[in-house]
């Protein structure tokens, strides 16, 4: 997911922000039990780790798709792309059809020649 350099605080802040925001659309929209069982089937079946989510997202989509199927993950995926943009203080892209990836690729450029504020 980071397209800044190893280092950049800014892409941790990001990457911290957003793992907070999928846990907490999982959570409000499918409850605990739901949450946990989506995370442990991507460490099962991707070796991914809760803490490295944000630089897998793809597979966290992938296994959201395989339990739910595509419509009801877009569902979530705009939610959680929702939470992130109201955290981050930025405007959400108003286009159909974009990927989770594809939020967190505007969040990046959005937030690319200013500071994060929170």
Do not use: W
């Not at 989506?38 to 460490?43: A, E, F, G, M």
């Not at 992938?62 to 979530?76: C, D, H, N, Q, Y």
């Not at 405007?91 to 505007?106: A, F, G, M, S, T």
């Amino acid at each position: 997911m980071d397209m800044r350099a190893p280092g950049d605080n800014g892409s941790r802040k990001l990457d911290v922000v957003l793992f907070k925001c999928v846990d907490e659309t999982l959570g409000g929209m499918m409850g605990l039990v739901a949450k946990d069982t989506i995370y442990l089937r991507v460490l099962t079946k991707f070796l991914v780790s809760r803490e490295d989510l944000p630089a897998h997202i793809d597979d966290l989509i992938a296994v959201m798709e395989e339990g739910f199927g595509e419509r009801p993950t877009a569902l979530i995926t705009k939610a959680i792309a929702k939470r992130f943009f109201s955290e981050l203080h930025l405007d959400i892209p108003i286009r159909d059809n974009l990927k989770l990836q594809d939020y967190v690729n505007e969040a990046l450029s959005q937030t690319a020649n200013r500071p994060l504020v929170f």
